[in-house]
């Protein structure tokens, strides 16, 4: 077992407009001595945008906006942008997050070479309905019930005269090209997915994704597999390459009598091939157990998105019951160890 420190609550939310209902599930990038969290900032009604915030080492806060620092401005973001994760690769931060319209919830990415100023490219995943996406599949005879069950949202097609497309959330890039190439990592429920080797998101197409469905069951990572993780699992972190493969923090989600609870998990990816799992952890690396995980916006949820590594120590920045902002630490040789003793 892993020893993890619980080092508690970084951010809470404050009486500001943007931030006046919570605040949760920080991208996290360290730049020297300090470390660059854009958090989802909740304001009331449920309407999201990304705060910033500045660390002096990976826990005590030097700077905070009064203001966020991206707001929602095209229609596909019109409800919020949500859960971003960030990474640096050569000389461009390449930021992801969620745009919610209210009715359709889809990965979309920002480029910035300050951390100031932010390009937004778009909607950078797939635009289908369930029933274009369930054609696709079926053509290969994937079975559909899992996907079914996930992406129906209440059996609802239409919603506010829109029509419902499929979710893709956890849009999460490699923090360098492999093989020359960009790699990253996304969410169908209830499975983690991978789009791989592409040059640039002009290739991202939609005869791109239509071939990328057919074969869908190639781009599948990781499926649940432990009974903390059951219902479903989605990225976490940025991969952080270790000599022993890509360390992959991820959450795993199963129900209870309580309700869904969201643990943090680990696993670690091929460093050549990240479309190929090593290793496991077959328990949560961490699960909610003190009263900010446990009582919030949404119960029994710690949901890791942002990580820095100090020497030996990782630091995990995760969401605590949707509410707050909290961190973890552990050494990440003993993780690493751990997972080599849990290969696949």
């Not at 079914?148 to 829109?162: P, V």
Request: glycine share 6%; charged share 25%; hydrophobic share 40%.
């Amino acid at each position: 077992m892993v020893n993890i420190v619980k080092e508690g609550i970084i951010l809470q939310k404050t009486n500001k407009d943007f931030e006046n209902e919570g605040v949760l599930n920080p991208a996290a990038i360290r730049e020297g001595e300090y470390v660059h969290l854009f958090y989802r900032a909740v304001s009331r009604g449920n309407h999201s945008s990304i705060g910033y915030c500045k660390l002096l080492g990976p826990l005590f806060i030097e700077k905070r906006n009064d203001e966020a620092l991206l707001s929602p401005q095209f229609e596909y973001e019109s409800h919020g942008i949500e859960d971003p994760r960030i990474v640096k690769i050569e000389d461009t931060y390449y930021l992801t997050y969620t745009a919610y319209d209210g009715v359709n919830a889809l990965g979309c990415l920002a480029t910035s070479t300050d951390l100031i100023h932010f390009d937004r490219k778009g909607i950078i995943v797939p635009k289908l309905t369930y029933d274009e996406f369930n054609v696709l599949i079926g053509a290969k005879g994937i079975s559909n019930e899992k996907y079914y069950r996930y992406n129906q949202h209440d059996s609802i097609l239409m919603k506010e005269g829109a029509e419902m497309l499929l979710w893709d959330k956890n849009v999460i890039f490699f923090p360098r090209k492999i093989g020359g190439k960009l790699f990253f990592l996304h969410r169908i429920r209830p499975e983690i997915q991978i789009v791989t080797s592409f040059d640039s998101f002009e290739e991202l197409t939609p005869q791109f994704w239509q071939n990328y469905f057919l074969h869908f069951n190639d781009y599948v990572v990781m499926k649940p597999k432990y009974e903390h993780e059951v219902s479903y699992i989605g990225g976490g972190c940025p991969p952080i390459e270790t000599p022993e493969g890509w360390l992959f923090i991820y959450h795993g989600v199963h129900d209870s009598i309580k309700g869904y609870v969201y643990s943090a998990c680990a696993a670690l990816l091929d460093l050549v091939n990240p479309q190929k799992e090593l290793a496991r952890l077959p328990y949560p690396l961490f699960i909610p157990e003190f009263h900010w995980e446990l009582k919030g916006e949404v119960n029994n949820v710690c949901f890791p998105t942002g990580a820095a590594v100090f020497d030996d120590t990782l630091y995990i920045y995760y969401g605590a019951a949707d509410e707050r902002i909290a961190c973890a630490s552990m050494s990440l040789s003993e993780l690493v160890n751990e997972l080599v003793l849990n290969k696949i």
